[in-house]
């Protein structure tokens, strides 16, 4: 990835002097994930010749202040807005609003309720639900056709206002309940925190500990604080010489995660590709600001990473 | 045995003291004219600190806080304090959009009584915040402990019973209830309902400001509530009803948080969400210290109040319209508070 | 020893001034005082002698003047410095930590160290031999002082400055919370004390003590010292002359006046702690006072009847009717109305106006239905306040803006205001000085009256007081509280301060 | 007339006092038992609520919260509130990742030093922290506010500085910093440094209560703090240094919020978390609570605190294991705060 490296060709072919200036709104700002899709929005923003405003609320949890934050930017001027709805009901009239005052949104990460092309332009983002679906075969595959412990699967999942981890726990347990064998054996929601999903995360696998082994087939942690934390119960249950033969499917990355990954601690992580929503977010809003036709769809997709496939940090 | 009295000795006379309460007014005021005039002068043309769309945002933004913290000043000049109204709000919320949402999916009651229904839900939000706030009141009273971990309590209930009439998920009603009158108070879009640049929720607010303060000053038990605050065993000396009074207190304090909730659910595009609002409270109480009110009871203006909930809602807007990282915002936050109240302090000493 | 000192001023104060903000409160004051003697410091409410005792005592520093101790230069810098030199003060309100013993209240501040720990054993030792002193013998220096009575938290006070051996112990208003026999006890201690060298400042409204202990004495009015004196060489009424900056001429008025209906009927009331058995039957036009030592349960007494304590047994019959134990709300529709012993935490609400103190207790009729009007608020407190005269500018002026009596008499017009017919007044007149009392038994005296030409009816008057001249000198009858039981109520002809005394220790063999 | 005083006529003697104070904390020990017990009683067997391994979780959760609140504690004794304690404890963790990750990429420093620098990253922690806590106490000192505002101040400031040094992000310090000392203070698993059952952090927070215990009890400091929350103003007149005495009470608080920090640091697996510990002042504050103290001042203690947290975090740890919803959860903790509260009120009704 070399985001500089596309910018001089661009500038050629783009002579247009004119600086674009558009904001770009994530549901987020501390996860390593945003910054990942920040810099996709800078690399494309620099390709561009754009100028980048990038403003989040603290955590997605924070609706209101995210309306306040998409509100105050779309008063202040810009061409165009990169939103990244915290919520998909709350956000909706907002924008449509600011689409009808001629102000382009294009909604990346996680959707907004309206029509797309007319409420705003464009929707770049992982299917949530797809991508879900993809953590429970990808865990189904490492268990194998034959699960021991009863095919039993933990799931820790995010706080209970959140709508994309809800649809991806959502497509996790349906993929999961269509795979003979596996079933879940308890599901919590935590507080939104690393500690919190720790302490829930702990406590919960303790239950499954007997005979100093873990019978569980199966850990799914579906974002990444909740899998951060997820992850250092299951290597305290190791370190601590529990044996635990659950496969253990994170999803997002992290350098933690990535860590969780080399050791073998986790098995296997769902990742979304942020840095393309990114670029690919100012990309469309760029292309219809000057006039080019935009898709209205785009899923950027997820991989899923493995020790196999990662290379050390 | 009536003599005259001896010449007057009490210096600190009545004038000067009202006049001190209109000055110290009159500072927060200028603290508030200071904060906008600093964004306003730092983010000039476009980004348009002071334009109306701003102005219109910001006068939303400042709906919320403000309807709770006229409760929140009523509950501190009564000597106490309300923890609870974050999670109040949440619950309020969640109440108003259960209640639209009711009726099986195909024909949501909401549907066949587009007026009538709304009613009912805010009917049934405020109902259940003022409830909370009765719990608080009578638990305040009954147990005799001090109210900051009562409501610490009932926080940490609220914030169950939201989450759990919630399902644990957010609620959404049907798309139809945004194009109901209870999803337009704070729509910025419906001009409809609004008088320019005023949308509905700040004149609900104002009318609520005015009607407490008014309240407050010229009701019996407006007076008591004062009493109560300055000194809790000269008013059950004096008959008044204090146990009563208390609950009271405690119930507009939730009934305040219940209707901010309503404005909440309208502000979030007609969601209910029940892990909003959390550590609100920590603002409203914020808002009400900044206007002048005293913790330890007896002092408070819905006035001051509104003035500090303004200039809490300025600092959060205009840091962002700046585009201060949060973490700026924050600190300067966090500033803003220790000096408004310093300051409101250095003015009259006696105060905490 | 220093040479200076021996020949007889241990202390001179000379022109010390101090403001507070516009309010000059000591005007130039001098003030000497020599080793072992007694000297009274006496004025009206206000007059700035508390304020002189803080600068004494390095509580406040003076504007300008100057003091010497022993001769030299003193300038306390701060309480702990002051101590230090030897000068203490008792505090009017007494400065306790509640939660803490009474040896480290005795030595707070002072505290024997090794290194940075409490040496236990010599605070023990030295809060020990302190409460010795001051005749606390039985006394734990380990009971936590939030359970002691008053008298023994003063003690515990005085065991303080004792126990840095203080050349100078200035008691501001020290009998204000206690009865006959610990003041007795008191003014032994103080006599010991005096006995043993140390130079005494003795802060009291109260003349009777003045004349009973001390040696000297000096009189200040608004921040000025106007004369000084020994006692017994200066009569009482030109003392008092002096105090008020004007002649007084009767400080008990008793018209006379006749008791008609009883309007108020204790039969064996008892409170769960206090009181064990209170009768009493009070009337129409007739002042009764309760006496009784401290914690005999006189005020329990009143707020069991008013609804402030619960009522364990007993009955209560107002305007000849039983009524149930009820809350204070009823009893003030019942017409009946307290004034606290306790002005200051309960009392008043020291940050509201007078006029809303005034009319707290009935707020109806100053406005239509349930509404009032500040403004016919202050106007009805306004004939209050010219007519008791309460010193304000207005009625809007804050409470804690006032001096003690005229607070007093805001809680006492506020049962005038409510209209009350009995009048239950517990220590009406604790520390509040001479001219603001004599208007208050000026009041009382008018109020059992009545004045059947305004028609206005003769009211019923219950007074609690631990000062005995007032209660023979106000009283139409007086009965004694003896350990929770209520003695029966004879006319004052029958009762002097010694048979009162006698009936309050329980060792009247008439009753 | 030297006549003896009267014979002391209140009967509640000392001895009874103290015997009192006894029964009390025999209640709260009670109440963690009973508290234990509904658990144990209702997750038998299989999901091993007693087993050796849930106990050694709840311990390493309850070392967080108890650090914390042993800091609280004090300050609560000395009659204030620290509500920026969770802020502390987050920039505490913030720092303590920061200073181990300087250096170059590839030469941390950390990885040159791997004694000295977790020391020097802890001494940094606590430095901060403590001074967070001079700033409390130096505000509440001399701008004569309320401790509920200037602490919800810099409750804001010490957030926005967490993330200002995190960058606005997780800081992940080198991967060998997990096989570091500091790193182990929490981990079950390194029974080298563990006595069997109690991790290292556990007897931390054992050896921080039993000083903290005999500092408040056997030093003049100690008594001092008790004197100030007594009786502000007895304090002043008997020349106790109540400015130092405050700021110092608040810098302990700090500094013990700042432990709390190093230790979170340690729990989260050696990860720096600018958004962790929100509102964890709220259940500092309710364990000092439930274990007695007043927030009227005066009266505390840290054995008391020490049941609160126990009882906390059962609750936190039974809730999960039964498999509760966490709005099962939240309600039954905000009633058993309340409840705590209430038992320990009935026992001593002077306490509020
Ligand atoms: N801290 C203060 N701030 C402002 N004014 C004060 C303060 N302390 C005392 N004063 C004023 O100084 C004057 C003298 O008060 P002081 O308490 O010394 O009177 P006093 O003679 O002790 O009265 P009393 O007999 O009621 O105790 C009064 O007018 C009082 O209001
Ligand atoms: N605040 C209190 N807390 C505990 N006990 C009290 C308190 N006040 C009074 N008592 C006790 O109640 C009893 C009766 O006191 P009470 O004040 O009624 O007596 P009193 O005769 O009115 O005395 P005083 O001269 O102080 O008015 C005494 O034993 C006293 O120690
Ligand atoms: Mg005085
Ligand atoms: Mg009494």
């Known amino acids: 990835k070399s985001p500089e490296a596309a910018a001089p060709a661009a500038a050629g072919a783009n002579p247009a002097p004119a600086k674009i200036s558009i904001a770009a709104i994530p549901k987020a700002t501390t996860h390593s994930y945003w910054k990942a899709a920040e810099a996709g929005a800078r690399r494309a923003a620099a390709e561009f010749n754009v100028t980048l405003e990038w403003q989040g609320p603290l955590d997605d949890s924070k609706v209101a202040d995210q309306i306040g934050i998409f509100n105050n930017l779309a008063a202040s001027g810009v061409q165009g807005i990169l939103l990244s709805p915290c919520d998909d009901k709350a956000l909706a009239p907002h924008v449509r609003t600011a689409t009808k005052r001629g102000l382009p949104v294009a909604i990346f990460d996680s959707p907004l309720d309206g029509k797309v092309g007319t409420d705003f332009i464009n929707f770049t983002s992982t299917d949530n639900k797809a991508a879900g679906a993809t953590a429970a075969t990808t865990l189904a595959g490492l268990i194998g056709t034959a699960p021991i412990h009863g095919g039993q699967v933990l799931v820790i999942r995010f706080t209970e206002g959140s ?16 795979t003979p064998g596996l079933t879940i054996a308890a599901q919590q929601f935590t507080d939104g925190s690393m500690a919190g999903a720790q302490r829930v995360a702990e406590t919960l696998l303790g239950n499954y500990v007997k005979n100093n082994k873990l019978e569980l087939a199966g850990v799914f942690a579906s974002n990444q604080p909740t899998a951060e934390g997820t992850y250092n119960a299951v290597k305290a249950l190791r370190d601590k010489g529990v044996e635990v033969s659950a496969k253990f499917v994170g999803f997002d990355d992290s350098t933690l995660l990535i860590q969780g990954l080399q ?31 935009v898709e209205a769809y785009t899923d950027t997709g997820v991989t899923v990473k493995t020790k196999a496939n990662t290379a050390a940090k | 045995m009536s003599q005259p009295p001896s010449p007057a000795p009490a210096p600190a006379s009545a004038a000067s003291k009202k006049s001190s309460r209109v000055v110290a007014m009159l500072g927060r005021l200028a603290a508030l004219a200071a904060v906008y005039a600093f964004f306003a002068f730092l983010t000039p ?17 400042i709906a919320v806080v403000a309807m709770a913290a006229i409760g929140m000043t009523i ?14 709000i949440a619950l309020s919320m969640i109440t108003t959009a259960y209640v639209l949402n009711l009726g099986p999916d195909g024909a949501k009651l909401v549907l066949q009584h587009p007026v009538l229904l709304p009613i009912a839900a805010i009917a049934a939000a405020i109902g259940v915040s003022t409830l909370i706030g009765f719990i608080n009141g009578a638990l305040v009273t009954w147990l005799r402990i001090v109210p900051f971990i009562i409501t610490l309590g009932t926080m940490q209930m609220a914030r169950g019973f939201a989450k759990l009439v919630a399902n644990e998920q957010n609620i959404y009603p049907p798309a139809e209830v945004q194009d109901l009158w209870i999803s337009r108070v704070l729509d910025p879009a419906r001009t409809v309902f609004t008088w320019p640049f005023l949308p509905v929720a700040v004149w609900l607010v104002i009318g609520a400001a005015i009607l407490t303060t008014l309240f407050l000053r010229y009701t019996r038990l407006g007076r008591h509530i004062f009493a109560l605050g300055s000194n809790e065993k000269t008013a059950v000396l004096c008959g008044v009803p204090v146990a009563r009074t208390k609950i009271l207190v405690y119930m507009i304090g939730g009934l305040f948080s219940g209707l901010a909730g309503v404005l909440f659910f309208a502000r979030l595009g007609s969601i209910g969400q029940p892990t909003e609002a959390i550590g609100y409270e920590l603002f409203v109480i914020a808002a009400a210290v900044i206007g002048g009110a005293s913790l330890l009871g007896g002092r408070g203006t819905i006035l001051g109040t509104m003035i500090g909930a303004l200039i809490i809602t300025i600092l959060r807007n205009g840091g962002v319209k700046m585009g201060w990282p949060q973490y700026t915002q924050e600190i300067v936050m966090g500033a803003v508070i220790i000096v408004a109240v310093a300051i409101d302090n250095l003015r009259n000493p006696r105060k905490s | 020893m220093s040479e200076a000192s021996s020949a007889g001023s241990l202390l001179t104060v000379n022109g010390i001034k101090k403001s507070f903000g516009p309010t000059q409160a000591l005007k130039g004051v001098d003030l000497t005082l020599a080793r072992g003697e ?13 304020t002189l005792m803080k600068v004494l005592s390095g509580a406040h520093a003076s504007d300008s003047g100057e003091m010497t101790l022993e ?57 020990r031999r302190a409460l010795d002193e001051v005749g606390l013998t039985a006394l734990d220096p380990a009971a936590i002082v939030g359970d002691l009575s008053i008298a023994e ?31 007795q006890a008191l003014f032994a201690l103080v006599r010991r004390l005096k006995a043993k060298g140390v130079a005494i400042v003795y802060i009291s409204h109260a003349l009777e003590e003045v004349e009973a202990l001390c040696d000297r004495f000096t009189v200040m009015r608004d921040g000025e010292t106007v004369g000084q004196g020994v006692v017994g060489q200066v009569p009482v009424s030109r003392i008092i002359a002096l105090m008020v900056g004007r002649e007084v001429a009767d400080l008990y008025p008793r018209s006379p006046r006749s008791a008609t209906e009883p309007i108020l009927e204790l039969r064996a009331l008892a409170g769960e702690k206090f009181p064990k058995a209170a009768s009493l039957v009070l009337r129409r036009g007739e002042v009764v006072g309760i006496a009784g030592l401290i914690g005999s349960g006189r005020t329990e007494t009143l707020r069991a009847l008013f609804g402030l304590d619960a009522v364990a047994a007993g009955e209560i019959s107002i305007h000849g009717n039983l009524t149930p134990p009820a809350g204070p709300a009823v009893r003030w529709a019942q017409g009946l109305g307290l004034v606290s012993e306790d002005r200051k935490t309960e009392g008043l609400a020291q940050n509201l106006s007078i006029a809303e103190n005034l009319t707290l207790s009935k707020l109806d009729g100053l406005g239509p239905w349930r509404f009032v009007r500040p403004s016919r608020q202050n106007a009805a407190a306004e004939p209050w306040i010219k007519a008791f005269p309460i010193k304000c500018q207005d009625g809007e002026q804050p409470i804690e803006a006032l001096s003690g009596g005229n607070q007093q008499k805001v809680a006492i017009a506020r049962l005038l205001h409510h209209g009350c017919d009995v009048l239950l007044l517990d220590e009406p007149t604790r520390g509040i000085d001479v001219g603001s009392k004599a208007q208050i038994y000026a009041w009382i005296d008018k109020l059992a009256l009545g004045d059947p030409a305004a028609g206005k009816a003769p009211k019923a008057v219950l007074v609690v007081s631990s000062y005995l001249p007032e209660l023979l000198g106000i009283c139409d009858r007086i009965a004694v509280m003896t350990r929770g039981v209520l003695g029966e109520a004879r006319p004052v002809a029958q009762w002097t301060e010694h048979s009162l005394m006698l009936a309050a220790t329980g060792q009247d063999q008439r009753g």
């Not at chain 1, 601690?265 to 990309?283: F, R």
């Open chain 1, 163 to 178: 709508a994309s981890t809800r649809l991806r726990e959502e497509g996790f347990s349906t993929a999961l309940a269509a």
């Open chain 1, 263 to 293: 050791n073998g601690v986790i098995d296997a992580l769902v990742v979304q590709d942020p840095e393309k929503m990114g670029y690919l977010g100012i990309k469309s809003l760029v292309d219809h600001i000057q006039g080019r036709p």
């Open chain 2, 45 to 61: 043309g476009t980004k348009g600190f002071m334009s109306d769309a701003n102005t219109q945002l910001m006068l939303q933004d």
């Open chain 2, 75 to 88: 509950v501190i000049i009564a000597g106490g304090i309300d923890l609870s109204a974050g999670s109040t």
């Open chain 3, 38 to 50: 007694v000297l009274a410091l006496i004025g009206e409410n206000g007059a700035g002698k508390s």
């Open chain 3, 71 to 127: 001769g030299a230069a003193y300038q306390p810098t701060g309480p702990l410095h002051a101590r230090g030199l030897g000068v203490c003060m008792i505090y009017q309100e007494l400065a306790l930590a509640p939660h803490l013993s009474a040896m480290e209240n005795i030595l707070l501040g002072i505290e024997p160290t090794v290194g940075p720990f409490m040496n236990w054993r010599e605070t023990r030792a030295i809060a």
């Open chain 3, 153 to 183: 938290q003063q003690l515990v006070e005085i065991a303080r400055a004792v126990a840095v051996g203080c050349k100078v112990l200035v008691l501001d208003e020290p009998t204000s919370s206690l009865t006959q026999k610990d003041v």
